[in-house]
């Protein structure tokens, strides 16, 4: 009687550990994604409202474009997650879409129309550092397992507080993240800009497998250019070679030029 007790304990046991692995299996299997993605947008107060608010318009209507729907479905696993934060200097990082898995239109449209809604803000400096840094903490506390890990850093100017941005890009790297970027040239260059804000991103931001950036260099391709990248970041592609060729044919950039800029203006 007590040995028939025991191998039902016994027998009860491995059906429960049985049940707690298949429900571990499949937890792990509903969360993994072709793509996990944080867009990292700049809101410091170099950007105007109007450049904001077409900012906040391209990712909107990015995730409401049918190419983009189509891409999402072309993947492995037709689905990606992302989370949509907004960054200034070096202690300002807010999340305003939390990770989300995007796997049907409804879940797309509802993440375009979180971005399209909240309110505009705006913050002090510029930590393009502090942006990946953050991202790369969101990554890891994502809870998804995916094929590819991105960060997507759009910004009008260069990395002007907190540590160094070759460092912090280069520690999102070893990792296995790729950073892009998308460097907003639409004002003529002031006293905290570089003239060559593409170069700068080329030589010190972006960084990984298949890293790119697309450039926006007038207000009528802002909207465009944001929809092109986060299609191409979606199928796993990069820009075409033209772009590539400009940037490469330019001087290397001074990856401490803004907090160069800034030490300087206050100095005088």
């Known amino acids: 009687m007590m040995v028939r007790r025991g191998l039902a304990h016994l027998a009860a046991g491995l059906a429960l550990l ?24 700049d809101i410091s107060f170099s950007m105007d409202t109007e450049e904001q608010a077409l900012q906040r318009e391209g990712f909107a209507q990015a995730f409401r474009s049918q190419l983009v729907h189509d891409a999402i479905r072309g993947g492995m696993l037709g689905k990606i997650a992302v989370t949509y934060m907004e960054w200034a200097g070096s202690a300002d990082q807010k999340v305003i879409v939390p990770w989300t898995v995007l796997d049907n239109p409804e879940s797309l449209m509802a993440f375009a129309d979180r971005i399209a809604t909240t309110p505009l803000r705006r913050a002090q400096r510029t930590s393009i550092a502090s942006a990946i840094d953050f991202s790369v903490k969101l990554l ?4 998804v397992e ?47 800009d570089i003239p060559e804000l593409d170069v700068y991103f080329k030589e010190c931001v972006i960084g990984g497998q298949g890293a790119f950036m697309v450039p926006v260099r007038e207000r009528d391709q802002f909207i465009e250019a944001i929809k092109t990248k986060i299609l191409l970041e979606i199928a796993n592609l990069t820009p075409s070679e033209p772009l590539l060729k400009r940037v490469q044919n330019t001087p290397r950039a001074n990856c401490l030029s803004g907090e160069m800029q800034w030490r300087d203006r206050w100095s005088n």
């Open 18 to 41: 049985l049940g707690l692995l298949g429900a571990s299996v499949q937890a792990r299997a509903q969360t993994e994604v072709d793509l996990a993605l944080v867009l990292a947008v």
């Open 140 to 143: 890891d506390e994502s809870g």
């Open 146 to 192: 995916a094929t590819r890990q991105v960060i997507d850093v759009s910004g009008d100017g260069p990395n002007n507080q907190g540590r160094g941005v070759v460092q912090a890009r280069d520690d999102a790297v070893a990792k296995g993240i790729t950073v892009n970027g998308l460097p907003i040239m639409l004002r003529r260059p002031g006293y905290l």
